[in-house]
């Protein structure tokens, strides 16, 4: 009689041990595809970054070889503001870095996994040696 309430507290366990690991993987696979669409955010701001960058640097190069030019020329004629300069207006220099959330090798067979697959592989690997 002992035995069998031994095997059926040992199967109860069992049984919320895989309802975790479960959990554990749907929590896993939930995170992973939040983090992507944050990824897939961010790299829109990059993109939109990288592009205010390079119409800044369009303006500063057309406002300094166009107008800034001749602004500078009539102080040397003597018919701009006395002890005022004009600075020069340089590029932005600064590259937005990309974000990547990309596939890697899987352990051991040779084939390219995503995060998410790999969590999936381990949750269900896991599952299958909490049943033994």
């Keep these: 009689m002992t035995g069998a309430l031994i095997a059926v507290a040992y199967g109860r366990r069992q049984e ?9 993987a749907d929590l896993g696979r939930q995170l992973y595809e939040r983090i992507a669409k944050l990824g897939e955010h961010w790299a829109s701001v990059g993109d939109k970054l990288g592009k205010a960058v390079d119409a800044y640097n ?12 001749s602004a500078r020329r009539l102080r040397e004629l003597k018919a701009g503001a006395e002890g005022m300069e004009i600075e020069v207006i340089g590029p932005v220099e600064r590259a937005v870095q990309a974000v990547a ?8 067979n040779g084939q390219w996994t995503t995060r998410e697959q790999r969590v999936q592989e381990k ?7 909490s049943r033994h």
Excluded: K
């Design 16 to 24: 919320a041990l895989a309802r975790n690991a479960q959990e554990v």
């Design 58 to 69: 369009s303006a500063t190069s057309t406002l300094e070889s166009r107008v800034l030019v």
């Design 101 to 108: 959330l990309s596939a890697v090798p899987s352990e051991g």
């Design 123 to 129: 949750a269900e690997c896991w599952i299958a040696n």
